[in-house]
């Protein structure tokens, strides 16, 4: 049975759009409340919320549907997705909510749930809320309607979580760090952790008001991170995305550096300390083949996934590996958190500068990457049925067998359209990418 409302990563859309609203919040919490409501004990649900305007309204609704079927409310207010997930754990909570809509712009949100073992809920789960939404649910009797309270400590035991990733011999004394926090969730978060390991601070999107996450910051828009990385002399860049589950880096030549190289340096890393697990680096079918060429040169396989940090957390675990991730910044540790953490990510690749000394440049070109090029065309997932797009996907793979690949899928978040090639012939898979989207766009 197809999901309706739960994407790749939540359910996600317009605040008071169609989908995203008060009312649907309401109901999301009374179906998961009822779904989670085992056993005797008091049960309990910890919501976080980014920086966007419409978090507080969803907020409240979400907790009238989870205190009128009688389970009680943490509200810890701003904080990272994967804080959250640690925090769900660390609470004993039920069931774990973030209210986010990550890269999106402001005026989009989103839900994500987290099991009481702090990892995103299955299909299997998500299905059975959503067969709840338009039920009648057994509302608490008066005497075990829940409580809502909201703590004030939450940030000050993610950022111990966080820190304690770090090795205990080494500081970030001398390291010059800009950090891009998106105006997001991490806004306070990440720059206390960075200061308090000793980093030479500067910080930019740390100033939400709203309406300004991901606006010309963040891990989708490094532009500005790379112009003040060469501004102040900085010897790197950190830029997250608007709940900090997603890292992407600038060297100090302000180059930008996607989560491909990120995962080689820690996969190659962590094989040479002996803690890599699995004999495996977990990415999707969206990392550059030249990755792959890199892992198979340590002796490691590559196992691909389709996109989604949910699809590579469920391959590690199938195949035991404790390193994965995307080019899109989303990197695991499996050995410290059950999601993709950006500023986790952000402190291993510190560590691996301060121990190597040497500049960011050369400790993050770990391989040359091939040739690739992805493209978003704003269209609805239909049209990839059309005769015309079949036609030309059809050519474009033609164009590129034996030479690239080609590889073309809607998006689980948003109503586009990706159409990502690579190969060794740029010109070709420029060619072969530009006839495909104006194929999208032009269809009916």
Same mark, same amino acid.
């Given at each position: 049975m197809a ?13 008071n759009?169609p989908?995203?609203? @008060?009312e649907?919040?309401m109901k ?5 409340g009822?779904?989670?409501l085992k056993g005797?004990h008091?049960?309990?649900v ?19 549907g989870?205190?009128?079927v009688g389970m009680d409310?943490?509200?810890?207010? @701003?904080m990272p997705?994967?804080?959250v ?9 039920d069931?774990?909510v973030?209210l986010s809509a ?10 994500k ?9 299955s299909? =299997?789960q998500?299905?059975a809320i959503?067969?709840?939404?338009h039920a009648?649910v ?6 075990a ?8 400590d ?5 950022i111990?979580?966080?820190k304690?990733?770090?090795?205990e011999?080494l ?6 760090v800009v950090?891009d926090c998106?105006?997001?969730?991490a806004?306070r978060v990440?720059p #206390?952790?960075?200061?308090e390991l000793?980093? =030479? ?12 996450i991901?606006?010309?910051v963040?891990?989708?828009? @490094? ?5 003040t ?5 900085a ?12 890292l992407?880096?600038?060297d100090e030549?302000?180059?930008?550096v ?9 996969t190659r ?7 890599l697990?699995g004999?495996?680096?977990v990415a999707?079918v ?7 060429k ?10 691909r ?7 590579v ?9 404790n ?19 950006g ?6 690749i510190l560590?691996?500068l301060v121990?190597?000394a040497?500049?960011?440049? #050369? ?5 040359t990457?091939?040739p690739?090029?992805l493209?978003?065309v704003?269209?609805?997932p239909r049209?990839?049925?059309?005769a015309s ?5 059809a050519?474009?793979e033609?164009?590129l =067998?034996?030479?690239?690949?080609l590889?073309?899928?809607k998006?689980?978040t ?7 090639a690579e190969?060794?012939d =740029? ?11 104006d ?6």
């Open positions: 999901k309706r409302y739960f994407g790749t990563d939540g359910i996600r859309g317009p605040a759009g989908t995203m609203t @008060p649907l919040a999301v919490g009374q179906a998961a009822t779904l989670f005797s008091k049960h309990r910890l919501i976080g919320k980014d920086t966007r305007l419409s978090g507080y309204m969803l907020e409240q609704a979400l907790t009238a989870f205190t009128s409310v943490i509200q810890v207010g @701003p997705t994967p804080a997930a640690l925090l769900t754990r660390e609470m004993r909570a069931l774990g973030m990550s890269h999106n712009p402001f005026y989009d949100n989103g839900i749930l987290f099991g009481p073992d702090g990892y995103k809920l299909d =299997e998500e299905l959503e067969k709840m939404l009648d057994a509302l608490a009797a008066g005497p309607i829940g409580r809502a309270r909201r703590i004030d939450a940030r000050g035991r993610y111990h979580a966080v304690s990733t770090f090795p011999n500081r970030l004394d001398g390291v010059k950090l998106a105006h997001g969730a806004y990440a #206390e952790a960075l200061w000793g980093a =030479e601070l500067t910080t930019i999107g740390a100033a939400p008001d709203g309406f300004n991901n606006d010309q963040g891990s989708t828009h @490094p532009s500005t991170l790379a112009e990385v060469l501004e102040t002399g010897h790197i860049g950190l830029a997250l995305d608007g709940d900090a589950d997603r992407i880096v600038v030549k302000g180059r930008v996607d989560g491909d190289q990120l995962m080689a340096l820690i890393h962590q094989q040479q300390a002996g803690t697990q004999g495996a680096l999707t969206m990392s550059n083949i030249g990755l792959e890199f892992v198979e040169g340590l002796g490691l396989r590559m196992i996934t389709p996109v989604g940090d949910r699809a957390l469920e391959a590690m675990r199938t195949h035991g590996c390193v994965g991730g995307e080019q899109s910044g989303h990197i695991i540790l499996a050995d410290h958190a059950t999601t993709g953490d500023l986790l990510a952000a402190l291993q560590a691996v121990e190597e040497r500049p960011a440049s #050369e400790v993050l070109n770990c391989f990457r091939w690739q090029l493209k978003n704003r269209q609805e049209v990839l049925e059309t797009v079949k036609e030309a996907i050519a474009a033609r164009a =067998e034996g030479r690239g690949r590889l073309v899928r998006s689980g948003e109503p586009l359209i990706r159409v990502m190969g060794q =740029e010109a070709l898979v420029t060619a072969t990418v530009e006839a495909v989207c194929a999208v766009a032009k269809a009916a």
